[in-house]
C-alpha cells in the first residue's frame, strides 16, 4: 500500500511539470500536494477490498476452512498486526473465555478430583505477541532456534481473560491439566514463564518427550488424552488457539477454539 501511494505521488509531480522546466524557487511555500478525488476514491477503495479479502481469510482460518499455511497472505500483514494490537483481539478473547466460563459453571462436578480442564500454553495462557511483533505477526516463516531462545526468557505476558478463567475454574473446582507442544527440554522455563505470569496449581504439565517428536499436533495430543482417560480423568473443557489443541479422538465435552491469525500447527 505505502508503495502504491509513492508510485501515485510520482506521478502526480511528473504530470504537473511535464511541460515546463523545474525551478524550484516558483514553487510556493509552503508545498501543498493534493491527491485528485479519483485517485484518493481508489486508494479508499483498494484499502477496502484489502480489508475485506483478510477479514475472509481470518474467518476460514478460524472456521478451519483453509489448508495447511505457513505464513499470512503478504498483503494482510498491517491487517493482522492492527488486529492482534487492537481491541477486537481482546474482545475475541474475552468472549470466548466468559463463554467458557459459563458453560463451567452449568457443570455439576462429581467431587473426586477427576473432572479436568485441559489448556495449551501458547496464545492460549501466554501470549508470545512480544515475539512475533519483533517478527512480523506470522508474516515471516517459523524460526525454531529464534523462538525457543524468546521462551528461555521466559518472559511471555499472561492473557488476561485465560489468566481470569483458569483462577475461577480452580475455584469450582477442575483439576487443570496444561498440555502443550512445547518440548521437555523448556520445562523448567515454561514452568518459571506460568509462575511469573499468575498461573499455579496446575495437575500436570505435559511436553514432548522425545518419543513425541515428529507426532502431529493432532497425534500427541489425543494420545496425552486418551491416557488422562485411560487414568479414569473426565475431560470435560479444552481451550486452545489451534483447532489440532482440541481435534482428533478422547476428545472434551466441551471445546473452546481462541483466535489466532499468526499461524498453522496440525
Given at each position: 500500500m505505502d508503495f502504491l501511494r509513492h508510485f501515485v505521488l510520482v506521478c502526480v509531480i511528473s504530470v504537473a511539470f511535464a511541460h515546463e522546466a523545474f525551478d524550484s524557487h516558483l514553487l510556493p511555500r509552503p508545498l501543498i500536494l493534493e491527491f485528485p478525488d479519483k485517485v484518493e476514491n481508489q486508494l479508499k477503495e483498494l484499502d477496502g477490498e484489502i480489508k475485506l479479502r483478510c477479514d475472509s481469510w481470518r474467518f476460514n482460518v478460524e472456521a478451519n476452512n483453509l489448508n495447511p499455511w505457513k505464513t499470512i497472505p503478504e498483503d494482510c500483514s498491517d491487517y493482522v498486526k492492527e488486529y492482534l494490537t487492537g481491541r477486537a483481539y481482546q474482545l475475541e478473547m474475552e468472549l470466548a473465555s466468559t463463554e467458557a466460563e459459563i458453560f463451567a459453571q452449568s457443570v455439576k462436578l462429581v467431587g473426586d478430583g477427576k473432572d479436568v480442564w485441559v489448556f495449551d500454553i501458547d496464545e492460549t495462557l501466554l501470549s508470545n505477541l512480544p515475539y512475533y511483533g519483533d517478527h512480523g505477526y506470522g508474516s515471516q516463516v517459523f524460526n525454531a532456534d529464534e523462538f525457543d531462545n524468546w521462551v528461555l526468557r521466559a518472559t511471555a505476558p499472561a492473557i488476561q481473560p485465560s489468566l481470569k478463567l483458569y483462577i475461577e475454574l480452580m475455584d469450582l473446582g477442575f483439576k487443570?491439566?496444561?498440555?502443550?507442544?512445547?518440548?521437555?527440554?523448556q520445562r523448567e522455563a515454561t514452568v518459571q514463564n506460568l509462575i511469573n505470569a499468575g498461573f499455579y496449581d496446575w495437575d500436570r504439565l505435559i511436553l514432548r518427550r522425545d518419543?513425541?517428536?515428529?507426532?502431529?499436533?493432532?497425534?500427541?495430543?489425543?494420545?496425552k488424552r486418551s491416557e488422562m482417560?485411560?487414568?479414569?480423568?473426565?475431560?470435560?473443557?479444552?481451550?486452545?488457539?489451534?483447532?489440532?489443541?482440541?481435534?482428533?479422538?478422547?476428545?472434551?465435552?466441551?471445546?473452546?477454539?481462541?483466535?489466532n491469525p499468526m499461524y498453522y500447527i496440525s
Open positions: 487443570i491439566v496444561l498440555l502443550t507442544g512445547r518440548s521437555e527440554r518419543e513425541d517428536q515428529g507426532k502431529s499436533a493432532v497425534h500427541y495430543k489425543s494420545e482417560e485411560i487414568e479414569g480423568l473426565r475431560i470435560i473443557g479444552n481451550s486452545g488457539d489451534q483447532w489440532s489443541d482440541l481435534l482428533g479422538t478422547s476428545v472434551s465435552v466441551r471445546s473452546f477454539k481462541l483466535p
